[in-house]
T-cell receptor, first 110, second 115 residues
């Protein structure tokens, strides 16, 4: 069993839809939770960072962490074609040695 | 430059050859990381440096892989006796420090193909 599980998709939604992406994990020692976005043939870029449990909002993006269920989510409101990318969840204990999920490929069509 | 720079962007080599991949981090970033990303997978940790020293090399798959960062800035990932299974995108990232903020800045990667 992988430490971090993520549905690879692809997920295809119309412009304006609300998108829900999620990951589950097995190690309760993870303290830091992140979402990275990766466009084709580019490096990942950090979207959201959360420490421990709770919600965090940044514009159209909301990240949620539920440590009791070992489950994290990323919500994208009013999705745009420019949001089409692969979304990677990542987690760490107390350093920047990140453990990534496999990534979910998202396509937003006009 | 403003971002993490990796060279070469593409490298095609034959099985058994030696390969070097270079990473130039963001100026002032003390932590530097190497990850490997295979097709359809997330990045997989290889090694990270805090300054000149390798703080954690637990992700290096075997002794054919080695990385250095002699002056605490540029890093080189070295792969000896390459195998077809080494084909992947090798990503370098840097951060201001290694205190668990998760804010890594990635380069565009070096795409290695071993024939």
């Amino acid at each position: 069993q992988k430490e971090v599980e993520q549905d690879p998709g692809p997920l295809s939604v119309p412009e304006g839809a609300i998108v829900s992406l999620n990951c589950t994990y097995s190690n309760s020692a993870f303290q830091y939770f992140m979402w990275y976005r990766q466009y084709s043939r580019k490096g990942p870029e950090l979207l959201m960072y959360t420490y421990s449990s709770g919600n965090k909002e940044d514009g159209r993006f909301t990240a949620q962490v539920d440590k009791s269920s070992k489950y994290i989510s990323l919500f994208i409101r009013d999705s745009q074609p420019s949001d089409s990318a692969t979304y990677l969840c990542a987690m760490s204990y107390n350093t920047d040695k990140l453990i990534f999920g496999t990534g979910t490929r998202l396509q937003v069509f006009p | 430059g403003a971002g993490v720079s990796q060279t070469p962007s593409n490298k095609v080599t034959e099985k058994g050859k030696y390969v070097e991949l270079r990473c130039d981090p963001i100026s002032g970033h003390t932590a530097l990381y190497w990850y490997r990303q295979s097709l359809g997978q997330g990045p997989e940790f290889l090694i990270y440096f805090q300054g000149t020293g390798a703080a954690d090399d637990s992700g290096l798959p075997n002794d054919r892989f080695f990385a250095v960062r002699p002056e605490g800035s540029v890093s080189t990932l070295k792969i000896q006796r390459t195998e077809r299974g080494d084909s992947a995108v090798y990503l370098c990232a840097s951060s201001l420090n290694s205190h668990g903020t998760g804010e890594l800045f990635f380069g565009e990667g070096s795409r290695l193909t071993v024939l």
